[in-house]
């Protein structure tokens, strides 16, 4: 059976891809355009750690700007985030529709998350599932600890203080990730802003992200789960399908064809 690591770029995904090297087939990685660039460092880094090719896929779409101005929203009110979706979900189906068979996926969940990996089993039941660092009792921070003693630089967006190697201006983010992002990157602030009342959704609701009081939310914690299949599961309506039944149907001046009117 063919073994592939999912690695998301994060800290825990390497350590755990890292554990697992000697079974694994393939690395694959999903590239948002909207990642730091120091990324695509810790990438080659980790790749050189792994002694294995990472592979790195990625949706025509390119960025969380791009793929909800071509679907017109942003995510639902459940909080399934449209660009995962686009930008990681597709990617991810494309890659397994190489393989007829069922496949064994390395994951890099922690001790702590138990029930989110019986939650992915029961999401994927034809594919064999593995969790390194919940097999080893391992933490998040454990794996970073793993990591520094590996030598290898974090991907810089830990070292700016956020807690995941999401994508920069993370749609998921709350108000205190948001004030953060404003200061930190402002130009990201700006065009989530526009984003937001080009598509007429408001990510939180009945305040648009440019009314954001700057002191408002603190950014304590996790700021939302890492990118990837958790959040796709979110998206999820708890009886299957494809997570759009949720998808509000707002204005949207990019895309009036799909029945959007202008916001
Ligand atoms: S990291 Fe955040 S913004 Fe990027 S694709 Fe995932 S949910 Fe969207």
Redesign the pocket.
Known sequence: MLTVSYFSAGVSSAVATKLMIGEIDRVMYTH?D?QHPDTMRFVKDCEAWFGKPVEIWQSPLKS?DA?CRYSGFIKTRRGG?N??RW??QRVRKNFEAEHAGAMRIVWGMDCTESERCERLQRSMPNHEHVFPLVDRRMTKEHAHEVLRASGIRRPAMYELGYHNN??I????GGMGYWNKIRVDFPEVFKARSALERLIGFSLFQGMWLDELDPERGRHEGPI?DD??IM?ELMALPPSGGDGMANAPRQGCEAYPERGCSAS
């Open positions: 948002i909207d969380v793929a985030a660009c995962t930008l990681k999401n994508c201006g993370c749609i998921k939302c990118c990837g959040c």
